[in-house]
């Protein structure tokens, strides 16, 4: 099994930064993607970023230029840096990772979510 552990949620004033930390454990033979998610309160979870093994990114547009992703793939975590957050940018962010256990069978892990509210 694999567990997803993030961190770094809080409340913050509008303009504010946090950063996000995920950590995966557990059996882990590879990961390819891992990314950030995001569900506000009445709305559908939605994509923040992604970044794969080799390091491309992908972000959604209400992000771009504010947020950036990383990843330390010795350590299997990823980083979601926030910049001039916006109180839109409240929700529960939910890490998301594609691991294989063994061979190259992927499985898609998430983690509890992290609660990020931006206060106006």
């Known amino acids: 099994q694999v567990q997803l552990v993030e961190s770094g949620g809080g409340l913050v004033q509008a303009g504010g930064s946090l950063r996000l930390s995920c950590a995966a454990s557990g059996i882990i033979f590879s990961i390819n993607a891992m990314g950030w998610y995001r569900q506000a309160p009445g709305k559908p979870r939605e994509l923040v970023a992604v970044i794969t093994s080799g390091g491309s990114t992908n972000f959604a547009d209400s992000v771009k230029g504010r947020f950036t992703i990383s990843r330390n793939n010795a350590k299997n975590t990823v980083y979601l840096q926030m910049n001039s957050l916006k109180p839109e940018d409240t929700a529960v962010y939910y890490c998301?990772?594609?691991?294989?256990?063994?061979?190259?069978?992927?499985?898609?892990?998430w983690g509890q979510g992290t609660q990020v509210t931006v206060s106006s």
């Open positions: 998301n990772a594609n691991v294989a256990s063994s061979g190259n069978y992927f499985r898609s892990y």
